[in-house]
Every structure is written in C-alpha cells, then in structure tokens.
C-alpha cells in the first residue's frame, strides 16, 4: 500500500535482498534495470525506507533462483500469534487413517479403504459423489472418468 510506513520487517527482507544481489555478483543498477526503476529506488528497498512488491519480490527471487521464503527465513514475528486465514498443511492420503477414524467416514467406507488405498478412494469418491452432486454433475464425472481410463489403456 502507498503511503503505509515501513518497519524491520522491511528492513530484514531488504537486507536479505542486498545479500542475494551481491552472492549474484549483481550490481544495484543491474537490478534495477531489470525491474524498470532507478537504482536508488533499489536501495531503498535493500535498506527497508520502502516496502518492496510482491511482484518485485518474485522477480528478484527468479533473478537470483532463491525461493521467495529465504527473505522471510529466521524473521522476527512482531504479530500476536494469532490464527490467521490459512488453511493447515494438507495432510497425504493415508487408507490405515481413515480406518481408525469411523467418525470422519462412515464404517462402509473405512472397510472398503481397507481392501486397498485405490479401490477404496475411489469408493469414498464415488459415495460422496451420489449422495451431493446433480445427475448432470454425476455424468460428467462418470465420462471425465471414462477418458481417463481409456488414456490410461484400463
């Protein structure tokens, strides 16, 4: 946002910023070429007076091949840890789980996964399926499903 003051956030990930330019062996001109700014406009991002865009962020981050988390990496957290908007990690699909889960699947289910993690998703998918999709959705799938097992020579 214009205008919003900057803090040491800003200035941690602008420092970060400076490291990764110079372990490129990249000169701040260079750089701000690149981004279509003068280089003093890059200096004031690697010396956090002003908050770097995202955009800018994931372009530098492309320019030297660092993932966009290092410049957050080992931050501070100045915010009350609060829970925020973000969903938890997914989780990978695991049939022996879900066997000893009755409450988040029904004792069908659990016992059909338990034949074989495949068969057993695909028996969860399809239960799901008839019980909240419209016939039209219902056939769509079931052709969608069709092509794919026809690609994959079934």
Known sequence: MA?????ARDAYVGQRIAEQR????????????CFGMSAAQLQKYEKGTNRISALHLDTFSRLT???IAYFFDGLDRTDPDVPG???????PY???AVTRSPNTFAQDSAQDLSKDSWEGLAE?????????????????????????????GG
């Not at 205008?3 to 803090?7: A, E, L, N, S």
């Not at 110079?22 to 070429?33: D, P, W």
């Not at 399926?129 to 026809?150: M, P, Q, T």
């Open 65 to 67: 091949g660092v993932p």
């Open 3 to 7: 205008g919003q003051k900057t803090d």
């Open 94 to 96: 695991d049939a022996d």
């Open 22 to 33: 110079k372990k490129a062996s990249l000169t701040q001109k260079r750089v701000a070429q």
């Open 124 to 152: 969860v998918v399809a239960r799901h399926v008839a019980e909240h999709f419209s016939e039209d959705e219902k056939r769509r799938i079931a052709a969608a499903l069709k092509v794919l097992d026809r690609r994959l």
């Open 85 to 91: 908007f973000s969903e938890l990690p997914q989780q």
